[in-house]
């Protein structure tokens, strides 16, 4: 029931962004979930691989380029769902931000942590 939740609260915070920013568009309710799926899988699939692979590069950035990692896999998956569109690789950069403040935002508000587990 939680994991439901959790992808309800990610596909509102990934409706939200069109109003925050007009350089990402979401049809409609049904591509934010489903982008709000892919998200998740490519979250949870591939951006380990690329952290992993990056690991010099983000250590001497000092985990600055987890940002661009998280950009490009954002703008990825604009590119993968029908419905959901980022004009561009700043636009991403901004959006992926904005994108994880909404859902932690709502995710504090909403998953109340009773603290059994």
Known sequence: MRLLLTWLINAAALFALPFLMSSVTVNNVGAALIAALVLGLVNTLVRPVLVLLTLPVTMVSLGL???VINALLFWGVAHMVEGFHVEGFWSAFLAAILYSII??????LLLKDNGNR
């Open 103 to 108: 859902s932690w935002a709502l995710s504090t």
């Open 65 to 67: 380029f987890l940002l």
